[in-house]
């Protein structure tokens, strides 16, 4: 082969040499953004799943093991005060009352249960107050009655006094010293049974009214089922309780994680 033959053959090889690795580098290349862009895209939908757990895990769940729906309430301490077997009346509490029916109530909760009884009666129900506010002299009178009927059946008076507890309030931990719960047709166990407890319990919470004591809180609330016991907590807020199935120390709980309720 002459000159020009060896220098045209190696002038191809070297062509083909180039090409052959152009075309390696534009595949290591696109590999690379491919690479590239996958990781990107996992961190991104990481981010998401990571927000979107952050958001499920924050917000409190329900006794049925399912989210809060959103809550909307005009919160007040006035309608919202705690008074239970931890939480103690304020010493200074002043319940607004005014008398009826031959019970004080507070004034609030009395304008509310006007209209819920009117509303009951028009559906052919008959609902009416057996208590409502008691005194803290009262409240003593009660629970010592109830202490005394426990020691009959309790070893001790310390386990009379913790017996008594699940039914009557100490003096200063009960709701009725705030005037804005009540005892409706009578102290019976068997009152969720009648036509007036199924109406409540479809229609309470639409005048401001929960049932304060329910059978499936008895561990939260410390006080046992009181089908009986109504609460005065305003609408807005008796009704985001009964949407969400929340008892009184579940729903201030709720609240508390985005303003302070006390």
Known sequence: MGKHGKKSGHFFFILVGVIAFSVLFAACFITFLEVSSYRDNKEDTSGESAASSAVSTSRPA????????????????????????????????????VSMYGVQINRRAAEAYK??????????????????????????????????????????????????????????????????????????????????????????????FILRYPKDKQEITKIKYEPWHYRYVGVKNAEAMKKNNLCLEEYLAFLQKGKSVH
């Open 62 to 97: 329900s006794s049925s093991g399912k989210p809060f729906s959103p809550v909307t309430a005009t919160v007040t301490d006035q309608d919202l005060i705690l008074v239970n077997y931890d939480h103690k009346l304020p010493d200074d509490y002043q319940p607004d009352l």
């Open 115 to 208: 209209k819920m009884d009117t509303a009951a009666a028009s559906d052919g129900i008959s609902i009416w107050i057996s208590s409502a506010y008691r005194s803290s002299e009262k409240q003593e009178k009660l629970f010592h009655e109830e202490v005394s009927s426990a020691s009959d059946s309790c070893s001790s008076p310390q386990e009379a006094e913790t017996y008594a507890e699940k039914s009557v309030a100490r003096p200063g931990y009960s709701e009725h010293s705030t005037g804005l719960a009540m005892d409706l047709n009578g102290v019976r166990d068997d009152f969720d049974t009648t036509p007036a407890s199924h109406w409540l319990e479809e229609h309470a919470q639409e005048y401001g």
